[in-house]
């Protein structure tokens, strides 16, 4: 059913294209194109002006043939660094770059499985109700294109994000809350050699929040982490600033909140102890989202792996995604494992076989809504 070598040929186009975040001009071209010919009707959002990239998100409309509800299927056309010049190579049927780069299927391969699946139902006629799509922008690094998208553009009841690294069977049915958690530290210079006691070390106040705080695995809900610390300039200077960008997650917002206020709390104890300042920059990034086991959306799904010979089952990440912004925005979702394997590595890979497992879920899913 699926066209093996089209949606294959598809892919490795797509991947061809670079498309770092906030870089994705060139794909939306292409993309508008392909969408165009396949008949949808195609906008661009102005998420891109607000956020500073090339282009907002592409939200495109297939019209049905019979009422019904409306699907979303989405996923995001940017991709992490080194992504730039990408190589594709296939051995064995599956798809790696040369190892210089990532490959890209985080998260082209979604965007080739909804094209292939969309493909699929005209080329069968299949009777169904509106189908829409989001491409979205600049997801990695703050999802930020589903934050700032256009949703008065959107007419979904419920959204399939293809962005997992599941194969396909896998849904993601809960998910966690982040807020960004950065701390400027401030102390004061001194001449390390000559006149130390005269200055306030920002490296120790932050030595002594770090040595302090609750991090890493919290609970089963909840995570934190210290992931970059800058400041500093030579051995002989008392170091009056540091910068810390860190952050927490968890599926309870209450615990998440909580985590929160210690980090704040700690940085702020510590920063006093020694006489040195501390400027906080808390944002909550995206909400926690949790769909019931039982839902309609989880239901169908299972029910079209099954038409597929697939086991599909439900679990919950540690990860964000566009899931989270949709949930947030009042569109029930659930995000669909695809099969990137090593997503942000230059091991970066993904069989043929779940790539046209998923052009084909896709394709099953806009037929079980339409029956």
């Not at 891109?48 to 939200?59: A, L």
């Not at 019904?68 to 296939?90: E, Q």
């Not at 807020?179 to 120790?204: C, F, L, R, T, Y």
Request: no cysteine.
């Amino acid at each position: 059913m699926v066209n093996k070598d089209r949606v294959v040929n598809e892919f490795l186009e797509l991947i061809q294209i670079d498309s770092h975040s906030g870089k994705e001009g060139e794909v939306a071209k292409v993309l508008i194109k392909k969408l165009e010919e396949l008949g949808l009707e195609v906008t661009i959002d102005n998420a891109g002006e607000k956020v500073g990239g090339e282009t907002g998100n592409i939200i495109a409309k297939l019209k049905g043939s019979k009422p019904g509800p409306t699907i979303l299927f989405s996923s995001h056309m940017d991709t992490v660094k080194p992504g730039l010049g990408i190589k594709p190579v296939i051995k064995d049927e599956v798809i790696y770059s040369d190892g210089t780069t990532i490959l890209g299927s985080d998260d082209k391969a979604g965007v080739a499985a909804i094209l292939e699946g969309i493909k699929l139902i005209k080329e069968n006629n299949v009777e169904h109700a509106d189908v829409e799509i989001a491409f979205s922008i600049w997801e990695e690094g703050g999802l930020f294109g589903s934050k700032y998208m256009d949703y008065s553009l959107i007419n979904a009841d419920m959204a399939f994000v293809l962005d997992s690294g599941g194969s396909p069977g896998e849904i993601i049915i809960q998910g966690p809350a982040q807020d960004k958690v950065n701390a400027k530290i401030i102390g004061k210079p001194a001449h390390a050699g000559v006149a130390p006691e005269e200055g306030i070390s920002a490296i120790q106040i932050a030595a002594r929040a770090i040595d302090r705080m609750n991090l890493l695995r919290i609970d089963e809900e909840t995570t934190a982490n210290v992931g970059v610390i800058t400041g500093g300039e030579a051995t002989n200077i008392v170091t009056p600033e540091v910068m810390i960008k860190a952050e927490a997650r968890s599926t309870n917002e209450e615990k998440l909140s909580k985590q929160t206020a210690h980090m704040v709390e700690i940085f702020e104890k510590a920063a006093a102890d020694f006489g040195g300042k501390v400027e906080m920059d808390v944002e909550r990034m995206y909400p926690a989202f949790n769909v019931d086991e039982n839902d309609t959306i989880v239901v169908k799904a299972k029910e079209v792996f099954n038409r597929m010979g697939i086991e599909g089952y439900t679990k919950s990440t540690g990860g964000g995604s566009d899931t989270n912004v949709f949930n947030g925005n009042g569109i029930k979702a659930i995000n669909l494992g695809i099969g990137m394997k090593k997503p942000h590595t230059l091991e970066e890979h993904i069989s043929i076989k779940d790539l046209t497992d998923s052009a084909r879920m896709v394709f099953e899913l806009v037929k079980i809504y339409g029956e």
